[in-house]
């Protein structure tokens, strides 16, 4: 299979840019085997849906549910690997004086990839805290028998998986720096995700409003579609690394 066609004027702007942002969603990682929010989940956890799962109310009235569902897909995670999306995209600050990497991610793949500096706007799954003290859990005791969720050693409250659920806050400090990437990049890359979910989905929008070229990474449209810059349609582990092959090839211009 050919590989697939990056043109020749988004080459020649991503080689004269100083300033590049990437924006993913889950389906950078589907790639890897990780499902994305928006595909029904299938085998043990069909009947539950993911939106109604990641709620602080959903962990209140069932707790063990929701642990448990988020010990399944660390699970998930631990058996999967960054795919050439996520490797090429670690490979994109040695083209540009400055690029930040923006994830909605909680699965650390970027870092695996070799990524540095993510800013992981939703938190990851294997970092813990206490749900009722807000103290930080370094190590949990996942082991059969250990309680789920464990309690916290500080007060014996509810450890809790260290992301961002439906109707919580994300960190502010991640937030404004992601902001602040996106108005004043040259380019903002939006990958693998719906663009559907707030105040993530905002970051195109505003790098739009401040004449940022965005350029779109996905299979399938999205409400961003029709506004991007640029829309590579096709899987971001074929379309990454032919975007990096273009800016280390020669330059033909
Ligand atoms: P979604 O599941 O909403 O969207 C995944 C997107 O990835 C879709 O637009 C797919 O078309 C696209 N996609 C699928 N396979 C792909 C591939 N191989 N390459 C590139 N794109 C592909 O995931 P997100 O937009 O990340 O929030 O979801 C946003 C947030 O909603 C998540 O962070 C999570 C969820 O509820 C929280 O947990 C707070």
């Keep these: ?24 969603g889950a389906g950078v990682s589907a790639e890897s085997g990780v499902p994305t929010f928006r595909d029904a989940l299938t085998g043990l956890w069909a009947k539950y849906d993911p939106m109604k799962l990641g709620t602080p109310e959903a962990f209140e009235e069932d707790p063990k549910l929701v642990w ?11 058996k999967a690997a960054p795919n050439p999306g996520h490797v090429a995209l670690a490979a994109f600050p040695e083209h540009f004086e400055d690029f930040t990497l923006v994830t909605q991610n909680v699965d650390g793949l970027h870092r695996q990839a070799g990524s540095k500096n993510v800013l992981e706007l939703h ?9 009722d003290c807000g103290v930080r859990v370094d190590a949990i005791d996942d082991g059969e028998g250990a309680p789920r969720p464990p309690a ?4 014996g409250g509810r450890v809790r998986p260290d992301v ?28 693998g995700t ?7 989905a905002s970051l195109p929008e505003i790098a739009l409003s401040s004449g940022v070229v ?32 273009a800016l280390e090839g020669p330059n033909l211009t």
Excluded at 2 to 10: N, T
Excluded at 167 to 191: H, K, M, N, Q, Y
């Design 1 to 24: 299979m050919s590989p697939p066609h990056i043109p020749e004027d988004l080459i020649a702007t991503l080689r004269s840019a100083r300033r590049v942002v990437a924006s993913t």
């Design 68 to 78: 448990d569902w988020f010990a399944w897909r660390r699970q998930l995670v631990q």
């Design 123 to 131: 938190g990851n799954l294997f970092r813990f805290r206490c749900h």
């Design 152 to 155: 916290c050693a500080v007060c």
């Design 164 to 191: 961002v659920w439906f109707g919580e806050g994300l960190p502010e400090d991640v937030l404004s720096r992601a902001f602040t990437a996106a108005r004043e990049a040259d380019v903002l890359f939006s990958i």
């Design 194 to 200: 719906s663009a559907v979910v707030y105040p993530a």
């Design 214 to 245: 965005v350029v779109e990474v996905n299979p399938t449209p999205t409400p961003l579609t029709p506004h991007a810059t640029h829309v590579l349609q096709g899987p971001s582990g074929e379309i990454l690394p032919a975007i990096l092959a």
